[in-house]
C-alpha cells in the first residue's frame, strides 16, 4: 500500500482569513500538538505583507521559536512564499520546506499577487530555482486548478501547461489547488493521471477546499489517482481571502478517521488532532466545518463476546 503524506495547513490557511489575531503563543501550543500527533508536516505560516494578512505577521518569529526547539523526531515544518522577499524571509529563519504557486485563473492570480498568471509563473519559476540551490525542499502548486470563482472552469490544458513548466524546470514536487472548490472526483482523476503520465517520477499532492462539499469525496479520487501528499486544515477552519467565496478546507481529523477506518495512517494521534480542533474552536467561540472534532470517532469495534452479551 502507497504512504499518504498528510501536510497540516490550519496555522497558515485556516487561519489567514480571521480577523481575531492569535497570540503567537496560542500558535505554538496548537502546532507543538500537531506535531506530536504524528503528522508529517505543519505549515507554520506565510511569508506575506502583514498589512495584507496581518494573521501571518508572526510568522517569522514561530519559525525561529520552533526552530530553536530540541528535534524529538517531529514533522517538517514548511511555510507559504509568494514572491522572492518572501523567500530571502523563509530562508533566513530555517523553513525546511517552502511552498509557492501559480494561479491557472489570470483574475485570481492578479487579485492574489498583482500578476497575471504568465508574469507569475516567471518569477515563481526563478524563486523555486533559488531555493533548490540554496539546498531547500520545495513544493510548486497550480492553485485555481479545478476552477475559479471569478471566471468559472479552467481549461485543463491551462493547469497541465504549468506542470509541464514546472517539470521541466526538474520540479517534481507538485500540487494542485482547488482554490475555489470546483472540483469533482472525476476532474481529480483526470489531471492528476495525466500529470503521472507526464513524469512517472513526479510526487503529486493535493489541496480540496470543501465549499461546496464535495472535498472528502476529491480525497478519495484522488488516492486512487497516484497522489502521494495531502493537505488539510484543523475543524475545516479556512480558505482563500483572494477568492470569492472563501470557504474551509478539508478537516484534518476528518480525513485522518476516514483513512484510519479504512486502515490507512494508524500511526497518526487522531484523539490530539480532535482536541486541537476543539481548542481552535473554543479560541474563536464558533463551531468550525469539520465533523469529527463534535461528534467523537466511530467507537472501534468491539469484540464479538461483547456485542452478542
Known amino acids: 500500500m502507497r504512504t499518504f503524506a ?3 495547513v490550519g496555522p497558515r490557511d485556516g487561519l489567514q482569513v480571521e480577523k481575531q489575531t492569535v497570540p503567537t503563543g496560542t500558535k505554538l501550543a496548537w502546532i507543538e500538538s500537531l506535531l506530536s500527533s504524528g503528522v508529517d ?11 495584507k494578512v496581518p494573521q501571518m505577521a508572526d510568522t ?15 514533522g517538517v515544518l514548511s511555510g507559504l512564499v509568494l514572491n522572492e522577499k518572501g523567500l530571502d524571509r523563509a530562508l533566513s529563519c530555517g523553513v525546511e520546506l517552502v511552498c509557492m504557486g501559480v494561479s491557472a485563473s489570470d483574475t485570481h492570480s492578479r487579485k492574489n499577487t498583482g500578476m497575471g498568471t504568465e508574469e507569475a509563473t516567471r518569477r515563481i519559476l526563478a524563486t523555486a530555482k533559488k531555493t533548490v540551490e540554496a539546498g531547500r525542499a520545495v513544493q510548486v502548486s497550480v492553485q485555481s486548478a479545478f476552477g475559479c470563482g471569478f471566471e468559472g472552469p479552467v481549461p485543463e490544458e491551462r493547469v497541465l501547461s504549468i506542470v509541464r513548466e514546472y517539470l521541466d524546470a526538474g ?20 489531471l492528476f493521471e495525466a500529470i503521472v503520465d507526464l513524469a512517472p517520477d513526479v510526487e503529486p499532492a493535493c489541496h480540496f477546499h470543501d465549499t461546496f462539499g464535495l472535498g472528502m469525496a476529491n480525497v478519495w479520487a484522488a488516492m486512487r489517482s497516484g497522489v502521494v501528499s495531502f493537505d488539510s486544515s484543523f475543524g475545516g477552519l479556512g480558505g482563500c481571502p483572494f477568492t470569492k467565496v472563501a470557504a474551509g478546507n478539508v478537516a484534518t481529523e476528518d480525513l485522518v478517521h476516514g483513512w484510519q477506518r479504512s486502515g490507512i495512517r494508524t500511526d497518526v494521534k487522531l484523539d490530539v488532532l480532535i482536541e486541537v480542533a476543539r481548542s481552535v474552536s473554543a479560541f474563536f467561540g464558533r463551531e468550525l466545518p469539520g465533523r469529527v472534532h463534535k461528534t467523537g470517532p466511530v467507537p472501534a469495534e468491539r469484540k464479538i463476546a461483547e456485542v452478542s452479551a
Do not use: K, N, W
Request: aromatic share 4%; with cysteine.
Open 60 to 74: 517569522d518569529e514561530l519559525f525561529r521559536r520552533l526552530a530553536a526547539r530540541p528535534d524529538t523526531g517531529r
Open 41 to 51: 508536516i505543519v505549515q507554520v505560516g506565510s511569508f506575506v505583507h502583514p498589512e
Open 6 to 8: 498528510l501536510h497540516e
Open 171 to 190: 520540479l517534481r514536487r507538485i500540487s494542485l489547488a482547488d482554490t475555489a472548490g470546483h472540483a469533482c472526483p472525476e476532474q481529480v482523476e483526470r
